[in-house]
């Protein structure tokens, strides 16, 4: 069986940490993802998504996220349900992250976040560990984009 979720958009609020019983750090927030069509009026629709990171990813993205920040998310789908205050059933949908990508540099869209940002990657390492891995820095210029038609000759092709 396969639950795998990837997904890339922008908190609609900060992160929301707490800490559990089990004194596990845990982090929500709320994605907001544009589908990749438009409305019928021509509007672009988004998707707004729950998800939930725990341990140093939780206490990562909750120092370098922020209202707006770009990121991307390679989690599972997983759902729970509870019984509320008033004793009703109440069914949960969320994405459960574990792996958290910032795309964005401490200053991108003029976005800062709360503590300086980062530009790294979060998740769990083969042994369960969770650490940093510094992320490659963006190329400045394209070298495959063309201001006009590319030159190609038959010859160049390897098939």
């Known amino acids: 069986m396969i639950n795998r979720v990837v997904l890339v958009g922008r908190l609609t609020r900060d992160p929301e940490m707490r800490v559990s019983q089990s004194n596990v750090a845990v982090t929500n927030f709320n994605l907001a993802v544009n589908r990749p069509f438009p409305s019928k009026d021509g509007e672009q629709q988004a998707d707004f998504i729950n998800i939930v990171t725990f341990r140093k990813t939780a206490e990562n993205v909750n120092q ?17 349900n509870y019984e509320n205050k008033e004793g009703q059933r109440v069914y949960v949908t969320e994405v459960v992250a574990d792996s958290v990508q ?19 990657s ?10 940093g891995r510094a992320r490659q820095q ?12 590319v030159d190609i000759n038959d010859d160049d092709l390897p098939f």
């Open 64 to 80: 370098y996220l922020s209202k707006g920040s770009l990121c991307g998310i390679d989690g599972r789908i997983q759902t729970r």
């Open 102 to 120: 910032f795309l964005e540099p401490k200053s991108g869209n003029g976005n800062q976040s709360r503590s300086g940002g980062s530009n790294q």
């Open 122 to 131: 979060y998740g769990p390492t083969p042994g369960g560990e969770t650490r």
């Open 138 to 149: 963006p190329v400045e210029e394209n070298p495959f984009s063309a201001d006009g038609p």
